[in-house]
């Protein structure tokens, strides 16, 4: 099966309904994206396809070959961080950071979507769980993201 992760080419021999998650992390080695519930309910494992923010953990890699498939590690260009992973490190996000990959695909899958996100906008669409409970930091740093 042909995926294209973070602008590149890549040939999985995987069976069809092999969890998108477990493909990147154990083939392809992007271990950015992370397993947290396997249910798609926390967000951890958050990576963009074809631009949408997407929960890699209950999508069958088949599911997303032919599209175009962004890790945490394909958001940032070159060395200048995405605006979002920069206003994370502004606002001192993380706690222990294993849920803020997603976060950050989530919010920036937003931004996309709606640049000059409300506060409603972001209740609705940013529903990664954070067990450190980093949420007024989070929609700081959004807002500040928004506006760079």
Not at 41 to 69: E, F, L, N, Y
Not at 100 to 123: E, N, S, W
Request: net charge positive; hydrophobic share 40%; with cysteine.
């Amino acid at each position: 099966m042909q995926l294209n992760v973070n602008g590149k080419s890549h040939e999985v021999d995987v069976e069809p309904t092999t969890p998108l998650l477990w493909v990147i992390r154990e083939q392809l080695g992007l271990t950015g994206t992370k397993y947290g519930c396997g249910i798609a309910q926390c967000g951890a494992c958050t990576v963009h396809i074809d631009g949408a923010a997407a929960r890699s953990c209950a999508m069958p890699v088949s599911a997303a070959a032919g599209k175009r498939i962004t890790t945490i590690e394909g958001l940032a260009s070159g060395k200048a961080l995405h605006k979002v992973q920069k206003a994370w490190v502004d606002h001192e996000v993380p706690q222990c950071g294993y849920c803020q990959a997603g976060m950050i695909m989530a919010v920036a899958a937003l931004l996309r979507a709606k640049p000059k996100p409300t506060d409603a906008d972001i209740d609705a669409t940013i529903t990664n769980i954070c067990r450190c409970g980093t949420f007024q930091q989070v929609r700081e740093a959004i807002h500040a993201a928004a506006k760079a």
